[in-house]
């Protein structure tokens, strides 16, 4: 009796070990996409079709933000509110600049892919909230 009951104690913890592990390997690949994303800026610009004085332009906006973002987070003396606005500010800030730089058909193709991407990313959700449950 003592023996059944201590395999079937150990098939049990080998059960919960190998399930564990399987859910540890879906938390890795939902960082990993989360991680990609940041790519998909660049593949959104090159669908853009931007031309050589626009990616002059957009490089140097780049350097300006960077630039200001560093200066932002060298400030110490700002609440965690007033640095979370002033980011925001930033980021609003260079959407209106790089909106400024595009032509009106790059803005309706941006558009697309931006309700596009919010589209997958719905469905992604949707997947993930089927799989939990």
């Known amino acids: ?6 395999l079937s104690f ?4 080998l059960t919960f070990t190998a399930s564990a592990q399987t859910e540890r390997n ?3 690949k939902a960082k990993m996409e989360r991680h990609n994303g940041k790519h998909e800026k660049g593949k959104m610009l090159k669908e ?3 031309s050589k ?16 973002r560093e200066a932002l987070k060298a400030q110490d003396n ?16 260079q959407k209106s600049k790089m909106e400024s730089l595009l032509t ?20 992604k959700k949707m997947e993930r909230s089927r799989r939990q449950n």
């Open 53 to 68: 004085e626009q990616k002059a332009e957009l490089k140097v906006q780049h350097q300006d933000m960077k630039a200001k």
């Open 78 to 93: 700002l609440s965690v509110k007033e640095m979370r606005e002033k980011q925001q500010a930033l980021k609003a800030e």
């Open 48 to 50: 853009l079709n931007l």
């Open 26 to 28: 879906t938390e890795g």
């Open 10 to 13: 150990a098939a049990a913890i």
């Open 104 to 123: 009106a058909e790059q803005k309706t193709k941006m558009a697309e892919m931006k309700k596009q991407k919010m589209a997958e990313r719905g469905e």
């Open 1 to 6: 009796m003592k023996k059944l009951l201590a």
